[in-house]
Structure formats: structure tokens, C-alpha cells
């Protein structure tokens, strides 16, 4: 992939995220690691279920968090362009980008989300979601080593 390309992948997803209301307010480390976010916005874990590898399905659990520290579960996230929690996965190169739909998971405050990386690289995972009866947009950005 050229530089330009590169960059206009960049752009796209700063895009996406200017227009669904600002930008990422948290960043995750490592899998399973904690955001560090300011004390009112929510925070977001993510853990894979195995080793991202090339070509092979990955299960990511995002773990969302309110200001409070209460899960942030189906009730407490509303609908926003047809789902509830909005998924960009995109690779350190920026050659490999995602948009997926998270699904509630089994624990409050958990989702999964699938994906299959084409490279061995690090990949950022942001999200995207509106709290119910808040308004307030949620952006929240973590990595799937």
C-alpha cells in the first residue's frame, strides 16, 4: 500500500470518528489491559480469545465501563445506525481495516466481535456507541496485540 493510501486509510477512520462526535477518549495497552480515560467518560478491556494470526478468525471481548464503573450492557447503550456498538479494527500499518457490530456478550458489560487480520501486526480496535437516554457518544480505543 502506498503512503497516500496509507494516509487516506487514516483519514477515513478519523473521519468516521469526527462525525459520530469526537474522538477516541481511552487507549488499552495490551489485551485485557485497562483504558485510561478521564474519570466520567467510560472505559474500555479488550482480550482476545487466542493470538491474532493471519487468516485465522479472532474473537475479541471489549469490555465496556461507565464513568461510574458500572458495566455498560445492551440496556445501557442505545441503537445508533442500526446497532448498539460500532467496531473499527485496523492494522499498525494501516493495510488492514474492519467494521464490525459487537455483540452482547454472556458477562454484563462484555461484547464480542469477530475478526480475521491479514497480517502479523498489532491492531487498534476503537468503538463507537451512544449511552440510552444520555446522549453522550462513547469513543473508546484499545489494541488486540
Not at 111 to 117: I, M, Q
Request: aromatic letters at 4%.
Amino acid at each position: 500500500m502506498t503512503t497516500t493510501a496509507k494516509r487516506m486509510a487514516a483519514a477515513c477512520v478519523l473521519a468516521l470518528l469526527a462525525a459520530c462526535g469526537g474522538e477516541p477518549a481511552g487507549k488499552v495497552d495490551a489485551p485485557g489491559g485497562e483504558a485510561a480515560a478521564t474519570a466520567a467518560a467510560p472505559t474500555l478491556a479488550v482480550a482476545a480469545a487466542t493470538p491474532p494470526a493471519p487468516g485465522q478468525p479472532v474473537r475479541l471481548t471489549l469490555t465496556l465501563t461507565g464513568g461510574d464503573g458500572k458495566p455498560l450492557g445492551p440496556d445501557a447503550i442505545a441503537v445508533s445506525h442500526e446497532h448498539k456498538v460500532h467496531v473499527m479494527i485496523v492494522d499498525s500499518a494501516l493495510e488492514d481495516y474492519t467494521h464490525a457490530h459487537a455483540e452482547p456478550g454472556t458477562t454484563p458489560g462484555q461484547w464480542t466481535v469477530n475478526f480475521t487480520p491479514r497480517f502479523p501486526r498489532q491492531y487498534r480496535v476503537w468503538t463507537d456507541f451512544k449511552l440510552a437516554g444520555a446522549g453522550h457518544e462513547g469513543h473508546q480505543q484499545g489494541e488486540a496485540a
